[in-house]
């Protein structure tokens, strides 16, 4: 199991990125796929989450109405936009696959800094 994220960054108050997500190694398709965040000094945060159709998505409530999680299964990418970043959201954001042996699979994360 591989996940390559990308699209971090540094960002001002208030604006946005998209984070991107490719995965191998697994049926992609069949799976429930999430981003968690990690920050300085603190443990793993999930962010969101998605359902292997798309159809159903959860979130965080520190991030609820702010990110928006989206899979495209025929490219084995899944998607985190941000709007309205705030300070708080500063961590490495990596993309979380709980295989059939109950291990988790993460990424190698990618750097989301929000200051101004």
């Known amino acids: 199991v591989q996940f390559v994220e990308s699209g971090g960054g540094v960002v001002q108050p208030g604006g946005s990125l998209r984070l991107s997500c490719v995965a191998s190694?697994?049926?992609?398709?069949?799976?429930?796929v999430s981003w968690v965040r990690r920050a300085p000094g603190k443990g793993p945060e999930g962010v969101a989450a998605i359902r292997p159709d798309g159809q159903e998505t959860f979130y965080a409530s520190s991030v609820k109405g702010r990110f928006t999680i989206s899979r495209d299964n025929a490219k084995n990418m899944v998607f985190l936009q941000m709007n309205n970043l705030k300070p708080e959201d500063t961590a490495v954001y990596y993309c979380?696959?709980?295989?059939?042996?109950?291990?988790?699979?993460w990424g190698q994360g990618t750097q989301v800094t929000v200051s101004s």
């Open positions: 190694g697994f049926s992609f398709s069949d799976e429930t």
């Open positions: 979380l696959y709980t295989g059939t042996d109950d291990r988790d699979y």
